[in-house]
């Protein structure tokens, strides 16, 4: 979780300096468009492995808890 972490904050520092570099208003929503596909991906594939790796150690009950809140998340950040 912590790698797929780290490799997204390095594309945030990438795409700051990609918009620095532009200096283009056109290329800054691009490049800012492309996070925001990016993001949500990073989010599910974070959760799907805490999940996993919770999955042998919780209740089911618990883990049933979990993906519903998990998928509130999801639900509630779509536009």
């Known amino acids: 979780m ?24 056109e290329r800054a929503l691009l490049i800012n468009g492309l996070l925001g596909f990016v993001g949500p991906i990073i989010l599910i594939l974070v959760n799907a492995l805490g999940i996993a790796g919770l999955a042998t150690r919780l209740s089911p009950h618990k883990l049933a808890l979990l993906i519903a809140g998990v998928v509130c998340i999801l639900l509630g950040t779509r536009s």
Not at 2 to 22: K, P, Q, T
């Open 2 to 25: 912590a790698f797929m972490r780290l490799i997204s904050g390095s594309l945030e520092l990438l795409a700051a300096v990609l918009m620095v570099r532009h200096r283009s208003l």
